[in-house]
Nanobody
Framework: HVQLVESGGDSVQAGSSLRLSCKYS????????MAWFRQIPGKERVRVAA????????DYADSVKGRFTISHDAAVNTLWLEMNNLQPEDTGIYYC??????????????????WGQGTQVTVS
């Protein structure tokens, strides 16, 4: 049974930094993709950043390039999202997601198999 548990969300001022963590368990995949999504009420989840564990390739939404960094350490079963220079538009619930993945392209949102419960980030 795969579980993803996010933490690190907070209410902060614009210009601040936060580091989100996603601890996962029940994993048996050798190749996979993990990602962070953001969702605000009434809107679809938007992928913020993704990483493939095989090649280490990363992908970022244009709005966060240069400010956010996704990283992963399989030895401690943890995914992180380092967020710098946070802006009010970064506000939302951040979800960690994962999928068994061996393709070169990054997965669509509907292709992610496992999701965490989310952690709230509020920037004012």
């Amino acid at each position: 049974h795969v579980q993803l548990v996010e933490s690190g969300g907070d209410s902060v001022q614009a210009g601040s930094s936060l580091r989100l963590s996603c601890k996962y368990s029940g994993w048996h995949y050798t190749g996979y993709c993990m990602a962070w999504f953001r969702q605000i009420p009434g809107k679809e989840r938007v992928r913020v950043a993704a990483i493939t564990t095989g090649s280490g390739a990363t992908d970022y939404a244009d709005s966060v390039k240069g400010r956010f960094t996704i990283s992963h350490d399989a030895a401690v079963n943890t995914l992180w999202l380092e967020m710098n220079n946070l802006q009010p538009e970064d506000t939302g619930i951040y979800y960690c997601a994962a999928v068994n993945w061996a393709w070169l392209r990054f997965p669509r949102t509907d292709e992610f198999q496992h999701w965490g419960q989310g952690t709230q980030v509020t920037v004012s």
